[in-house]
């Protein structure tokens, strides 16, 4: 039996109007627009790293982010200006993220 090469996507994630979503890669972090569908950005992993959650805020810059290499932090990334502006730190791995413009669970 062949071997299948794993897509190296660890999530999807539509921001909450969907017109929007999040691609988490093993090489880094894509964003697309749905309606054309085109890539608005891209982080390679030298930038972010592994990536295994992102919640797009909205259809702002805000972009919320969990590593691999540091699950148990919450990364604030401004993709204006392409660099992380915070970081929570928690006791267990993050699983799971769900934003909205006035909360963050």
Not at 26 to 36: A, C
């Amino acid at each position: 039996m062949a071997r299948r090469k794993s897509s190296g996507i660890n999530s999807l994630r539509f921001n909450q109007d969907q017109g929007c979503f999040t691609c988490c890669l093993t090489t880094g972090l894509r964003v697309y627009n749905v309606d054309p569908l085109v890539e608005k950005t891209h982080y390679s992993a030298d930038e972010v790293g592994a990536v295994t959650l992102c919640e797009m805020v909205q259809r702002s810059n805000w972009l919320l982010v969990v590593r691999a290499r540091r699950p148990r932090s919450l990364l604030l990334l401004d993709d204006q200006s392409r660099q992380f502006r915070a970081e929570v730190a928690f006791s267990e791995p993050v699983r799971a993220l769900r934003a909205r413009v006035d909360k963050l669970v």
